[in-house]
């Protein structure tokens, strides 16, 4: 795994610091690191380059040297333009025609969540206040509209779904009904097209005509890589994007494409997708997003993952006992367990802030060393477990066959669980201690 | 962790040259120094190819500079063409219809394409000869199950479904239950898209895997990844954890008719040894293709 970029900024300026001075051609090369950063990050290289420059505009090289921390400063410029980038403090939310019903038009590629994402969009705005309105005029993949209407209707929201087998014609209906029954907001999912495709995007803009949005959302996957350029341009010159919706953010996609987009577009992103659910919809956060595709550290997504994944009483229960000095080995398992279920450990690991400084992290062996822990322990007896003081030489022995391990790895995982409990009295027992200790695990270091 | 650290080194290593297409790099006819391969580096990063495959790319540029150098810009593409293709060369670890029936499994992260490749696959069969029963085993997405059974009526093959929000699982017992018993040559089985970090929707996949077994044994036989041509680096993130879940043998990258280029499923060929069986070029049934390494190698280092 590759170091962090706050690593790695450092030690450009710590090798020079070594000799009194900072120069420019520090700073030349502490840029250079951010820009292999966006790179592994998905985002497109010409859009790195634009970027750069205009981080060089703004920051001259003599005022990063003159600061305390040039890593610091690198960053913080860098980050400031990617904030800037992805729409910085644009208000969330939908904007609204001066006359009802506003339309919200979502276009994309096949597949990027158009139709999840008018759904999810609906619900949001029905839970402020709004009545909006969904019509999916995809008469393209089989069982789209048929999709929409399931996904909407169990929302409780209203879904239009006329007779009528051409998209125009439905988005006039669903126009007809919407002023008719008084909704204030309607919702046009599109069919996937490809931005190459002419016919298509003449459709496109033919619909856009038709129903006069007042948003025009372009939906994208945030797996996407380098072609997140071409696809966000090419959609926006033909049919005048007002803003982009990013998908798939609940996976471990680095998110580059945002910038990408945001950056040939000009346009911010608006909300992230961050699940297939009805509810898993929030308002973008460029300064997190900045965080992600930076490989700053995740905290909030990390917690949030932890969240979900840590059992709630387990969590608790944990606490206690680590406040009656209880800790047994089957809680340091459960404990390891938790920690595997997080995910990948270099995923975890690459959204802890701080771990990326443990140097020598080697994730394939952290895995396996997870892995033996778990079945060393799965070998003892339960009174084992609980009372690791009865673990004599013959047992240790047993317990080595029992789980294909050698005496050496059951004496060291001996050693680390004592290690870790003493920590763990340490940490106290807040109810962080879990997530803490997670960050502690003696195998990750 | 020898590769990361070689690599580590190459990146690090980066000059201050500009990125620059392939195309614009070699047309001056310029020596292959140092520079001008950080620059090719640059290049196929950009066509998402990946860092460990760009990094095996250049050592072959390197090595072969000199024939490069007076070749100029056809006997790069070449050169790179040659290398991606026989990287991408591997041979078929399965033979289809071998067994009755012939379970296949298809997996992915979410809208990458399969509910579409199993039809385009299922008419395939059909054309072949073969009796197909294709299984809804995605039960949880909105109208997943509809979506296939147009395909499979448009494939003309038996269409198995459960209730929304069955355990797919069952779906699949009482498919190849069906399949077994009414002889049908192949089974096709639609799963439903997840990301590759959701554990327990990963540890489901296991577990069909297991259920097909018990029921058919070797059963699936097949089990495809899809990949969306338009991913980036998370490609491989992908392909790596659908293959601990579920040792997949194949992979199938859709969307090719767009303008991505895919490179990164060379990555993930490299990573797990499996070819690429079929390429996804368009919406309607015939789009799907067998998959040709010279063809796709070309395409991503450009010239004829
Ligand atoms: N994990 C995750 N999945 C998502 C998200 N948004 C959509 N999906 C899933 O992605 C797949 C495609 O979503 P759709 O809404 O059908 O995409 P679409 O753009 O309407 O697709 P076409 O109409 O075929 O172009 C489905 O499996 C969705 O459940 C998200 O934010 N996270
Ligand atoms: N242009 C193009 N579109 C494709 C291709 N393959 C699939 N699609 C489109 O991509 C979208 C998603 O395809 P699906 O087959 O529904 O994808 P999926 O993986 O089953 O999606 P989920 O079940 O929601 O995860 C649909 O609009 C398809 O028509 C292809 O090769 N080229
Ligand atoms: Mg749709
Ligand atoms: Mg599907």
Redesign the pocket.
């Known amino acids: 795994m590759f170091e962090t970029l706050s690593e790695r900024l450092q030690a450009v300026f710590r090798s020079l610091r070594g000799q009194g001075l900072l120069s420019e051609a520090q700073v030349e090369a502490a840029f250079r690191e951010v820009r292999l950063a966006l790179l592994e990050a998905d985002v497109h290289f010409r859009v790195v380059k634009q970027l750069l420059e205009r981080v060089r505009a703004r920051a001259s090289g003599q005022e990063i040297l003159k600061s305390l921390n040039p890593d610091q400063a690198v960053l913080r410029v860098v980050r400031d333009e990617m904030v800037e980038l992805l729409g910085g403090d644009d208000v969330p939310g939908i904007q609204t025609a001066s006359r009802p019903p506003s339309v919200v038009l979502l276009a ?11 759904a ?1 969009l609906g619900r949001w705005l029905a839970d402020r206040g709004s009545h909006p309105l969904l019509v999916s005029t ?1 008469v ?2 089989p069982a ?1 509209r048929e ?1 929409l209407r399931t996904i909407g209707t169990r929302a409780g929201l209203k879904v239009h779904h006329p007779d009528e087998s051409d998209a125009p014609a439905i988005l006039r209906s669903a126009l007809a009904e919407a002023g008719a029954v008084g909704h204030d907001v309607v919702l046009v ?1 599109t ?3 490809l931005h190459i495709d002419d016919a298509l995007m003449e459709e496109l803009a033919g619909l856009r005509d038709a129903a006069e949005p007042s948003e025009v959302l372009y ?1 994208a996957d ?1 797996l996407t890589g380098q072609d997140a350029v071409r696809s966000a341009e090419e959609f926006h010159r033909r049919i005048g994007i007002t803003g982009i919706v990013l ?5 471990d996609s680095r998110g580059g494409a945002a910038l990408s987009a945001a950056a040939v577009t000009g346009r911010p992103v608006k909300f ?5 659910t009805i509810e ?2 929030e308002p973008f956060e460029p300064a997190r997003m900045v965080s992600r595709i930076l490989g700053l550290g995740d905290v909030l997504g990390l917690i949030a993952r932890a969240e979900e994944t840590v059992e709630k009483e387990q969590a608790e229960e944990l606490v206690r006992k680590i406040r009656r000095s209880e800790f047994s080995l089957e809680d340091y398992r459960d404990q390891m367990r938790q920690l595997r279920k997080l995910g990948p450990l270099d995923q975890v690991l690459s959204m802890m802030p701080g771990m990326g400084s443990l140097k020598g992290v080697d994730v394939e062996r952290g895995e396996e060393e997870l892995r033996r822990s778990i079945a060393i322990i799965d070998s003892m007896t339960v009174k084992e477990r609980l009372e690791p003081s009865v673990i004599n030489g013959s047992r240790r022995k047993r317990i080595a066959r029992g789980s294909g391990n050698t005496v050496q790895d059951v004496n060291r995982l001996l050693r680390q669980f004592a290690q870790t409990r003493k920590l763990m009295k340490g940490l106290g027992a807040g109810p962080k201690a879990m997530k803490r200790l997670a960050a502690r695990m003696p195998q990750l270091r | 962790m020898a590769l990361g650290d070689r690599l580590r080194g190459g990146l690090s290593r980066t000059r201050e040259v500009l990125t620059m297409p392939l195309e614009d790099l070699v047309r001056g006819r310029r020596p292959l120094d140092a520079a001008a391969l950080e620059s090719v580096e640059e290049a196929l990063l950009a066509a998402d190819m990946g860092l460990p495959a760009v990094e095996e790319a250049l050592e072959v540029l390197a090595a072969r500079s000199g024939e490069i150098a007076s070749g100029g810009l056809p006997a790069m593409q070449a050169v790179l063409g040659d290398q991606i293709r026989s990287a991408l060369e591997r041979p078929d670890r399965v033979e289809p219809f071998s067994e009755r029936p012939w379970v296949v499994f298809v997996v992915g ?3 990458s394409g399969k509910t579409t490749t199993i039809g385009k696959l299922a008419a395939k069969w059909r054309d072949g000869g073969r009796s197909v029963l294709v299984c809804a085993a995605d039960t949880f ?1 909105a109208a ?1 199950a509809e979506q296939l059974e147009v395909w499979a009526d448009r494939a003309g093959a038996e269409f198995h479904r459960g209730a929304e929000g069955a355990d797919p699982s069952a779906v699949l017992t009482d498919a190849l239950r069906a399949a077994r018993a009414r002889g049908h040559d192949a089974v096709l089985v639609d799963t ?4 590759h970090t ?1 554990t327990n929707l990963m540890a489901e996949l296991a577990k069909m895997t297991r259920v097909a077994d018990r029921e058919i044994p070797g059963a699936p036989h097949e089990t495809l990844l899809v990949l969306d041509a338009t991913v980036g680096s998370n490609g491989l993130n992908q392909g790596r954890e659908f293959a601990k879940a579920g040792g997949v043998n194949g992979l199938v990258l859709t969307k090719l008719d767009g303008t991505a280029r895919g490179g990164v499923a060379v990555a993930v060929v490299r990573e797990l040894g499996v070819p690429i069986r079929y390429v996804g070029v368009g919406e309607d049934v015939e789009d799907l293709l067998p998959f040709d390494a010279g063809a796709f190698a070309r395409s991503l280092v450009g010239g004829e």
């Open positions: 994309g590629l096949q597949g990027s969540g158009k139709t999840t994402t008018a999810k995809d393209q993949r789209a999709q999912d069919a996937g097209r939906v945030a998908t798939k953010l609940d996976g992230a997708g961050l699940g297939e898993a919809l | 992260v979410n809208g997405r997943a439903a898209g997840r990301l959701r």
